[in-house]
């Protein structure tokens, strides 16, 4: 029983970890696997200058972003919380 426990572990870390990456890195990440674009983005959120400013990392993230793309790219809010830098 605790050898099937622990495969079952081992199986969820590989199948559900998220990647230690920056936030947009993760969004990316994400977009990708959704076949998302830009555009899609900006239809969540309403704003296209906005979107490409965050991706090019010209500006961070706002608080109504990170509620958006969690729920739409199914990220943790903790995920795209994380600090990163903005050039």
């Known amino acids: 029983m ?3 426990v622990h495969l ?3 199986y969820e870390e590989k199948k559900w970890s ?6 947009i890195a993760m969004i990316k990440i994400r977009m990708e696997d959704f076949g998302y674009n830009a555009s899609d983005l900006a239809k969540a959120y309403g704003d296209k200058g906005t979107i490409s400013k965050v991706l090019n990392y ?3 993230l706002s ?6 793309f ?3 790219l199914r990220i943790p809010v903790d995920a795209l919380t ?3 830098s903005v050039h």
Do not use: H
């Open 2 to 4: 605790l050898l099937l």
């Open 8 to 10: 079952v572990s081992v």
């Open 18 to 23: 998220l990647p230690d990456v920056d936030p």
């Open 58 to 60: 010209k500006q961070a």
């Open 63 to 68: 608080l109504t972003m990170i509620r958006k």
């Open 70 to 72: 969690s729920k739409l």
């Open 82 to 84: 994380k600090e990163y």
